[in-house]
């Protein structure tokens, strides 16, 4: 049984609409480093609050937010490497 060779060659400039939807993803991506900027600025007020008032758990709560909204950022950030990395580890496959 012989199958048919099949290629996938992803661009931007294909379909009508790419560059719309180019422009919604930029977008989503700015809100989304928007509140983990939010998050990071609450929960470093919450761990200051929670030592200073020597409350263990809030500070604890404060910390947790702000390494969390770190660690967004980061996958954020590296979003479209780590996509574009996982798609060509796939392509590789033979």
Known sequence: MLFAGV?????????????????????????????????????????????????MHQSSQGRRAVLTSLVAAILIGAAPELINFFFNAGVAVH
């Open 7 to 55: 290629s996938l060659s992803p661009s931007t400039s294909d379909l009508p609409g790419s560059a719309a939807l180019q422009s919604i993803a930029d977008g989503i991506a700015s809100w989304a480093l928007i509140g983990a900027l939010v998050a990071l600025l609450l929960g470093a007020v919450l761990w200051a609050i929670g030592s200073h008032t020597q409350n």
